[in-house]
């Protein structure tokens, strides 16, 4: 996927990705992977999602980054705030309050960007993402992040013979197939996800599936 793409879909607001509210499965899940604690979350490839204004209320530092800029200004007029605007090497970072959305390359991110940050929460990058970028996408998480960070992660998977992505399918054999190297990852929920837009591209099923992981 070239960056060309999201930006055009960002741009003609071609967005159907995005949720209108809350994700379910963080709202369920979220304490079985930070408990109390109130540490920095790191959100890749955040659009402008919902789910970092609730992380947010919560006592957590939001660490989010993002392609298209559209995306990052679209969340703060949403949330009715006005945020500073600095330049940081490769990147344009929006702040407010608690939340920081870097502006730019997810690959150009470094560990110096996420000071104590031990948290982070995936819900539409892995995704996102064809299957040669994937791993290179797991390791870089790894590479950014301090060993013993905790994270959830939401995939989704289907039978992609039937329909290419976005979003693409990310079995839980691949999921699995990085722990021991990368993460630990244990399955919390699996549900039903499919919906009339997918049917009408051809599925019959869709699972979506939540993992507690931790980094190495």
């Given amino acids: 996927m070239q960056e060309s793409f999201w930006l055009q879909r960002w741009h003609a607001?071609?967005?159907?990705f995005h949720a209108r509210q809350v994700n379910g499965l963080l709202q369920r899940h979220w304490a079985a992977v930070a408990g109390t604690s109130e540490a920095p979350v790191l959100v890749p490839l955040c659009g402008k999602s919902l789910d970092i204004a609730w992380l947010a209320a919560r006592g957590h530092r939001v660490v989010g980054v993002e392609?298209?800029?559209?995306?990052?200004?679209?969340?703060?007029?949403?949330?009715?705030?006005?945020?500073?605007?600095?330049?940081?090497?490769?990147?344009?970072?929006?702040?407010?309050?608690?939340?920081?959305?870097?502006?730019?390359?997810?690959?150009?991110?470094?560990?110096?960007?996420?000071?104590?940050?031990?948290?982070?929460?995936?819900r539409a990058a892995l995704i996102a993402l064809p299957a040669e970028l994937r791993e290179r996408y797991v390791r870089h998480l790894q590479q950014v992040l301090l060993p013993?960070?905790?994270?959830?992660?939401?995939?989704?998977?289907?039978?992609?013979?039937?329909?290419?992505?976005?979003?693409?399918s990310v079995p839980d054999a691949e999921v699995r197939s990085w722990s021991g190297k990368i993460w630990e990852s244990e399955l919390l929920e699996s549900q039903d996800a499919l919906e009339d837009r997918f049917r009408a591209r051809g599925l019959s099923r869709m699972d979506e599936r939540v993992y507690r992981l931790r980094l190495r």
């Fill in 13 to 16: 607001n071609q967005i159907g």
């Fill in 67 to 122: 392609l298209a800029e559209v995306a990052v200004a679209a969340f703060f007029a949403e949330q009715g705030v006005q945020p500073t605007i600095t330049s940081e090497g490769a990147f344009k970072v929006y702040r407010h309050g608690g939340v920081e959305l870097f502006c730019g390359d997810f690959f150009a991110l470094e560990a110096r960007h996420l000071p104590a940050c031990t948290l982070f929460y995936d």
């Fill in 148 to 168: 013993g960070s905790s994270g959830l992660l939401v995939t989704l998977d289907y039978d992609q013979t039937l329909m290419d992505g976005p979003p693409f």
